[in-house]
């Protein structure tokens, strides 16, 4: 077992998936990253997975990084992006890793990770989720005002071509400032991370592909395991930023009723970036679910940051 992360590549539906590695646990634990985000998003919870007996594995998901990015936005409907989740885990398993699943997300990352929960595609022991709703009650609540002046962005999205454009502009400017725009504390988004994320959204067919997760899943019918969820059965543990400014914390309310094994904290003075604002806390909740002891709460938990 290593805390070291590595990358590698990992065939899977028939894409290449640029994949961050942690451990060599025989559990699997995946963690699914959001927009305009990257595998680099999970930097500072590979290795709690590493230490807790898992081989942790965080792709670029399709169209991110130097993952596989099929053109044309029918490429980037749900049912490709939970079959990639399926193929990833079955990939885990041929490289030997045979232990139970805990899936992780966060934002987009979640909504893939919701649809494979309520589809059932893979068996799971464990379901993680960060600041992305159960989608039932994201559909209640995005027919509200309050929630659709935070949601604009989806919508702007749908028009071709402008949205890359304006993006992109300025060396991806605009990527750089939704995190240290949103964040609380923006000293957890220094240059060099800003960076990284301007230069993902850079590469070539990238931005476009970022977009077309928005163009293919919005403007039709939701999938009926939306709008008539099955009640989910896996444990889940939900970590949600409060001031998160793309999505109302109003949106948790109910979860509890929708899963059977529900745990679900809270952190005050948090941006939608949760687990990269908040590493300690995140980590030290996610420690504790893993153990089976009591989940703190986000006030008790004495965080060290290093001088």
């Known amino acids: 077992m290593t805390d070291e992360i590595q990358t590698a590549f990992v065939e899977a539906n028939g894409l290449n998936f640029e994949t961050d590695m942690c451990g060599k646990g025989e559990k699997l634990a995946l963690l699914l990253h959001g927009f305009p985000e990257s595998k680099f998003s999970w930097r500072h919870q590979l290795p709690v997975f590493a230490a807790h007996g898992y081989t942790a594995w965080a792709p670029n998901l399709r ?11 029918e490429n980037y409907t749900l049912d490709h992006l939970t079959d990639d989740v399926a193929a990833l885990i079955d990939a885990a398993r041929a490289r030997g890793v045979t232990g139970p699943v805990t899936l992780v997300a966060h934002d987009w990352g979640g909504a893939i990770a919701w649809q494979f929960v309520l589809q059932k595609k893979r068996p799971l022991e464990r379901f993680i989720v960060m600041n992305l709703p159960h989608p039932s009650l994201f559909i209640k609540g995005a027919r509200t005002w309050q929630q659709m002046k935070k949601s604009w962005y989806i919508l702007f999205f749908q028009l071709p071509w402008l949205p890359e ?19 609380i504390d923006k000293s957890r988004f220094p240059k060099d991370v800003l960076e990284h994320y301007r230069r993902n959204a850079l590469i070539p067919g990238a931005m476009t592909a970022m977009m077309n997760y928005y ?4 403007g039709g019918s939701p999938p009926a395991e939306w709008k008539d969820p099955p009640k989910v059965d896996v444990p889940t543990l939900m970590i949600w930023g409060e001031a998160d400014t793309a999505l109302g914390k109003e ?38 679910w893993l153990e089976g002891k009591p989940v703190p709460e986000a006030g008790e938990i004495e965080v060290k940051r290093a001088a």
């Open 251 to 288: 949106l948790t309310y109910g979860t509890d009723k929708l899963v059977t094994d529900f745990t679900l904290r809270y952190l005050p003075e948090v941006s939608h970036w949760v687990q990269q604002e908040a590493p300690e806390k995140v980590n030290a909740m996610i420690a504790a």
């Open 63 to 73: 169209g991110y990084g130097q993952s596989s990015r099929p053109l044309g936005k």
């Open 215 to 218: 163009r293919a899943n919005f």
């Open 165 to 183: 454009k304006v993006t992109l502009a300025g060396r991806a400017r605009a990527i750089g400032e939704a995190f240290s725009g949103m964040a």
